[in-house]
């Protein structure tokens, strides 16, 4: 069975439809849940079904004249058809982003707890932070700008790229179904990345105009 995906303005999310997302089991209760709603203009839900499978709190926008797609808030729940589900939620967010954005390189970013997490990304180019890697101003610049743009800048290391704490009012919250084939190198981003104290890591990507024609095809 396929994965169907809907996506709505959050502001129009009832009560009922909120703690149905609570419901799905995964990383966020409902006061987060709501939180997300205020500060995020999308919702996208994936269901099998009739059933919540996953979820993102979203938006399209423009940060210093570039088009970014920024996930505030993600979850996937942990079934078997989690890559499915995955998949489908970040096909409709590249979808979106190449009709706003037809023919732009996009900005794509969000807040990660864990390696298993940054599956969602491996599509993108030119990962910050990334293993090998030394950041310089501009990717250090972007960095910031995310944090702000998530609300933690007055605890955002720039130097790695951590919120050292109360960042975890949204993060992209994915379990790999195959955690054994991560890198330990990518595993290492994470070392000093504390989620019981609030921390997160701000990871972002592009994707390319070339590479979103193929991403966002429906």
């Known amino acids: 069975m396929s994965v169907e995906v809907e996506t709505k303005d959050s502001a129009a999310l009832s009560e009922a439809e909120l703690e149905a997302l609570a419901l799905m089991g995964g990383s966020f209760d409902a006061p987060r849940l709501l939180k997300a709603q205020q500060d995020w203009v999308l919702c996208t839900t994936a269901t099998l079904n009739g059933t919540i ?3 993102t709190f979203s938006t399209l926008e423009r940060i210093g004249g570039t088009p970014c797609v920024l996930f505030g808030l993600m979850s996937v729940k942990r079934s078997p058809k989690r890559d499915q589900v995955l998949k489908g939620l970040l096909a409709e967010a590249y979808h979106r982003a190449l009709m706003a954005f037809p023919d732009e390189d996009v900005v794509v970013g969000s807040r990660f707890v864990s390696a298993e997490g940054l599956e969602a990304f491996k599509s993108l180019s030119e990962l910050i932070p990334r293993p090998g890697h030394r950041a310089v101003g501009e990717e250090r610049a972007w960095g910031r ?8 800048d007055a605890h955002y ?3 790695t790229f951590i919120v050292t ?5 949204g993060f ?3 379990e790999s179904s195959k955690p054994e084939k991560i890198k330990p190198e990518i595993a290492e981003l994470f070392a000093e990345v504390k989620p019981g104290v609030g921390a997160c890591l701000i990871v972002h990507g592009w994707t390319m105009t070339e590479d979103l024609l ?5």
């Open 172 to 174: 992209l919250d994915h």
């Open 53 to 55: 499978h996953g979820f």
């Open 145 to 152: 700008r995310l944090a702000r743009r998530f609300g933690v």
């Open 214 to 218: 193929k991403l966002g095809k429906h």
């Open 165 to 169: 704490k109360k960042g975890l009012s």
């Open 157 to 159: 290391d720039e130097k």
